[in-house]
């Protein structure tokens, strides 16, 4: 185990500690918006209000849960610095998050990590290290990284307080849009639906909260219902964001809160991405198409309800798009 | 000329017409959001609010104009029908318009238009007539279709109902986030700078309004440049809303109270369409991306200052960012 007690907070996170990590990180996030389009409704068979954490700093939800960590550091951490291992968006906000606070931030990335990625991370002040891209490596190279410089941990979501900070995108929707007969949102490591569960069952009696996650990494679902954590084993979905296994903290709360997750196979998560595209006019990564994806295919029974969805982020290549384009219309 | 004389307003639109277009037609649109992106304004040079009309229905401002222009027909006209030629957004948009008031509408459209933009059009309840890809056979085939049938023609830019219509998402952008020290929009046929003009000019005495086109387009500028419209001669530009030349009611306003026009090349245009993309996380077209090109390419000397930009559309081709997808993770 790896993470510091420090940033350890008692098992049983309510609403308060989310509404806390709001009042705490309001002054540096953006209150994204809450959109409708009826063309989605159509397709999703239901009444979706869509949190756009795409439009978040950073372009991902990832920056409320780094962000509430980092702030509650003590003085001797903070000055030690903070660390963590992400080839994607936890590490870019974690980056972001110690910049503000003036925090040494380093991000353990695979070498195989784009390099795109390594230069958007770097580019925030963090310094980055290379590693083997394996769980061994990674987690050999963040120890080895904490024993000669002291840093404190901040785990992409097997912390309270990332989890705390997570649930403030959902506590957020419902302020701007609620109440609901669900909210859904995409299921990786699980800190993001932990933390909207937490937020939800903690506003509402009746509202249900649902996992979404692609059927090539299917490990949310089966760990609820053999009620243990089961390994996602280097899955091949498009959607990057969700191919971790959960943790410990999450599974927790999920395995209490949580009312089901449904699953999208890769065909229908790049038909979801599509349509969010096409009709709704914003960029969403692959991870924020599961949900969609599920309420479109059936799997989560919904119709004719008002669902809440939580967009996770706007990471996208757009290489393909724009090489065409310069194809076509440069000479 | 074909534009039926209960169509048009006396010359000299003012503020008044198109507050007067916004109370009209309020009811029937999204008031759509005014963005700021710190990493665009990096990008411009300038302080940036952008208004993105790629959110309106229809995906494009022109539902705006489109909408006040059906709603002012009389019962004669509006039992009659109309008709307007466009293998774009204003054919799209008047038929959603034409369906909202129970108006029939005929979209004229050459027959090399793409199927998914007739297909658009015809799913809003509107007549498709095909005609031949020149000026003179569309015409033609609007003269044969107002003869035979006694359509109203709502021409996509060269009419003050319109005009005024389009004059409102700058009306609505300097109530949500003015004053700004310049307004800069996109000018293919001038229905938009011209009601932007027009709405500026009327809310403050000191703010700037320009325009922005292709350099491979720039028949707006030469026309502002000799005082007399100069005609756009099939021009290859990837911002395929701004092709057309300038119509003579919006030139009219422009030459009065236009302050300059730039232009962006074809590269420059696309890099703006991929930091737009890229930054802000929205969706657009790339007409719209022709502001932010000449803001960042220095064509206008706006350094520092704040400035409006009015988004006109998001309905570009995702098919190759579709496909690319699709060909990685569909076995």
Same mark, same amino acid.
């Given at each position: ?16 500690? /989310? ?16 959109? +409708? ?69 380093? /991000? ?25 891209? +394996? ?73 249900? /909260? ?83 994806? /599920? ?37």
């Amino acid at each position: 185990m790896l993470s510091a007690a420090t940033t350890d907070l008692p098992l049983g996170l309510t609403l308060d500690d /989310v509404r806390a990590a709001a009042d705490r990180i309001a002054l540096h996030i953006h209150r994204t918006p809450a959109m +409708t389009s009826r063309s989605l409704d159509e397709y999703c068979g239901c009444e979706v209000v869509l949190k756009c954490e795409n439009l978040q700093r950073v372009g991902a939800f990832k920056f409320r849960g780094a962000l509430n960590a980092a702030a509650q550091l003590t003085a001797a951490e903070r000055a030690a610095g903070i660390v963590t291992h992400s080839s994607g968006n936890h590490g870019q906000a974690l980056a972001a998050a110690g910049r503000l606070f003036g925090v040494p931030v380093c /991000v353990v990335m695979p070498e195989t990590a784009p390099a795109v990625k390594r230069d958007a991370t770097a580019a925030q002040g963090a310094r980055i290290v290379g590693c083997a891209p +394996t769980i061994a490596a990674r987690e050999a190279t963040v120890a080895r990284e904490i024993a000669s410089h002291g840093y404190t941990l901040i785990h992409p979501y097997d912390n309270w307080r990332v989890i705390a900070g997570q649930g403030t995108a959902a506590l957020e929707l419902w302020e701007q849009a609620g109440p609901f007969d669900a909210v859904v949102t995409p299921v990786g490591g699980g800190g993001l639906l932990a933390g909207t569960a937490i937020a939800i069952k903690g506003l509402s009696a009746t509202c249900r /909260v649902f996992g979404a996650e692609p059927a090539m990494a299917d490990d949310a679902r089966r760990s609820l219902e053999s009620g243990e954590i089961q390994p996602s084993l280097d899955p091949k979905t498009i959607a990057d964001g969700l191919r971790s296994s959960l943790g410990e903290r999450p599974f927790s709360v999920i395995r209490r809160l949580v009312d089901g997750i449904a699953t999208a196979t890769e065909a229908e998560i790049i038909d979801a991405l599509r349509r969010v595209l096409e009709r709704v006019k914003i960029v969403i990564e692959p991870s924020s198409a599961v949900a969609p994806a /599920v309420l479109a295919n059936g799997g989560l029974d919904l119709r004719g309800r008002r669902v809440g969805v939580i967009l996770s982020g706007g990471n996208i290549d757009l290489g393909p798009l724009i090489e065409s384009l310069e194809a076509r219309w440069l000479h």
